[in-house]
């Protein structure tokens, strides 16, 4: 079947879930785990129908740090089962998932003035142990390089935006980073769709059995019932709200958004220890549009879990906080250009969130609905093969081995491949060896820049509604592409993106 994910395919498909179909599995929820359960459950030969009340990587998947970790940070804190499953996955991410949709960063922990002597041989331990890691893992040194320590001057090159007084050198290690997640999440329900899976967004499940759903087309107000043989439960950090039984502990992660002239364009990360802190450190990321993002934090969340976190002012200040005592000049509050906000969905365990376990969590409620949560974005690949496992073994579906671990998304080959791909870069990196289709199937005024302020091209957003299943303008400006993390290049992009929208929408 077609990758294709078009409005009017989606049509097609929930007539025949209204008329009485019955499918293998269907999955609530389409996040990267969400994603992840559907290609896998569909790549074994069952069939399969996956919802999510919103669009595609709509909740927690698109608000991460966009990064592929390799666990170091779990080294750190003793949990060496998450530390190990975090790098063998990012290693199938980078070499054989999504080596278009994955790159190399560098992280660079700078040994300044409020940096001690101990606290930097710690860290150079730490790499060490992490390069360790990546061997153990399997992941080649010419797709991580090994860690190794700098000169203040080849620091002071790196991230030229660095306090020259107090700096004395720094140590740098590799980690993965994503050119989007959400480009991850489309992947995967594109992936789900060439495999025969019904991926269906805006249909919010309003009550789970573990033989089905009822469910509301939000688009046409349709009600309808479900039919499945197992249920799997995927909603992250809404979890709760279709599974009474699971108890999550929300914590909310903040980001920065700068512009990059700001910190002088850095071409690496920068990890920064916060003060008084174990294993607690503030990130800044380099992005492929020329910003930087800046993050995070750890705070619990109580109440109602919102469709949008908001971003507190408190956590902004934390993190220019953090990030303003190393840099030559300083960030001024008026210069942050966008913030954002994602809520992880833990479980359970006492103390602060920040130091709850990142292990993930596949659980069968009383009603047999399947329920995963827990983890994080490199790992949800694991979690979805958990996940369909139980499905199958207590529903008693007849299904294959899972196969996810060498099943490459549209546009994936290897890097070699990639390097020969006759498109840009930047293009290459989001959408792999599909990136000459991208820019082909636009007329001209399109394959340019949508506004000064940023790279995305119109052919992009043309794109994501003919194959990607876009449906509003908030799909093409907050997910298929991030314009709406800078609310400026949002407004300056919004009468274009609803044009290229009607006219998308419009062509057979």
């Known amino acids: 079947m077609s990758a294709s994910l078009t409005a009017a395919r989606r049509t097609r498909e929930i007539a025949a879930l209204a008329d009485g179909e019955t499918v293998d599995l269907l999955v609530v929820g389409l996040g990267v785990t969400g994603a992840g359960v559907a290609l896998d459950a569909a790549s074994r030969g069952l069939s399969v129908a996956a919802i999510d009340a919103h669009d595609l990587a709509f909740g927690t998947s698109r608000w991460s740090s966009k990064l592929v970790h390799g666990g170091l940070r779990y080294l750190a804190r003793g949990q060496f089962g998450v530390a190990y499953e975090s790098a063998v996955e990012r290693g199938i991410l980078m070499t054989r998932t999504a080596p278009h949709l994955t790159r190399p960063l560098g992280m660079l922990l700078p040994a300044t003035a409020g940096t001690t002597p101990g606290g930097v041989r710690l860290a150079g331990a730490g790499l060490r142990a992490g390069d360790l890691l990546r061997a153990v893992a399997g992941t080649p040194r010419a797709v991580l390089p090994p860690a190794r320590t700098l000169s203040a001057a080849q620091v002071r090159a790196m991230v030229p935006a660095l306090r020259a007084d107090g700096l004395r050198g720094g140590r740098l290690g590799w980690d993965g980073q994503l050119s989007d997640d959400v480009r991850l999440v489309v992947g995967l329900a594109r992936a789900a769709a060439a495999h025969g899976a019904r991926i269906l967004t805006r249909c919010r499940a309003q009550a789970l059995t573990g033989d089905g759903a009822t469910a509301r087309d939000t688009v046409t107000g349709q009600e309808l019932r479900i039919r499945a043989r197992a249920v799997v439960n995927a909603t992250g950090v809404w979890a709760g709200t279709l599974a009474p039984d699971i108890t999550l502990r929300p914590s909310r992660g903040t980001h920065l958004v700068l512009p990059g002239e700001l910190l002088r364009h850095p071409w690496t990360g920068l990890t920064i220890p916060v003060p008084g802190e174990f294993s607690r450190f503030v990130i800044v990321l380099p992005q492929p549009d020329g910003l930087v993002y800046v993050g995070l934090t750890d705070e619990p969340v109580h109440g109602p879990v919102p469709d949008v976190p908001e971003v507190p002012e408190s956590e902004v200040e934390f993190l220019l906080g953090v990030l303003n005592p190393v840099l030559a000049r300083p960030v001024r509050r008026e210069e942050v250009l966008g913030a954002y906000a994602g809520l992880r969905p833990l479980m359970g365990g006492d103390g602060r969130t920040a130091d709850i376990s990142r292990r993930h969590a596949v659980v069968e409620g009383p009603d047999g609905v399947v329920t995963v949560v827990g983890g994080k974005l490199t790992t949800y690949r694991r979690m979805a093969q958990d996940a369909v496992d139980?499905?199958?073994?207590?529903?008693?579906?007849?299904?294959?081995?899972?196969?996810?671990?060498?099943?490459?998304?549209?546009?994936?080959?290897?890097?070699?491949?990639?390097?020969?791909?006759?498109?840009?870069?930047?293009?290459?990196?989001?959408?792999?060896?599909?990136?000459?289709?991208?820019?082909?199937?636009?007329?001209?005024?399109?394959?340019?820049?949508?506004?000064?302020?940023?790279?995305?091209?119109?052919?992009?957003?043309?794109?994501?509604?003919?194959?990607?299943?876009?449906?509003?303008?908030?799909?093409?400006?907050?997910?298929?592409?991030?314009?709406?993390?800078?609310?400026?290049?949002?407004?300056?992009?919004?009468?274009?993106?609803?044009?290229?929208?009607?006219?998308?929408?419009?062509?057979?």
């Open 390 to 508: 139980l499905a199958v073994r207590r529903r008693g579906l007849r299904a294959g081995r899972c196969r996810t671990r060498d099943l490459p998304l549209p546009g994936a080959a290897d890097r070699a491949e990639l390097a020969r791909v006759d498109a840009p870069d930047r293009l290459v990196f989001r959408y792999g060896t599909e990136a000459p289709a991208v820019l082909a199937q636009a007329p001209p005024p399109w394959r340019g820049p949508l506004i000064e302020q940023s790279p995305v091209t119109g052919a992009e957003l043309l794109w994501a509604v003919r194959h990607e299943g876009a449906l509003t303008v908030d799909d093409l400006l907050d997910r298929r592409t991030r314009l709406g993390l800078v609310p400026a290049h949002r407004a300056a992009a919004l009468a274009a993106a609803e044009q290229i929208l009607a006219d998308g929408l419009e062509a057979p």
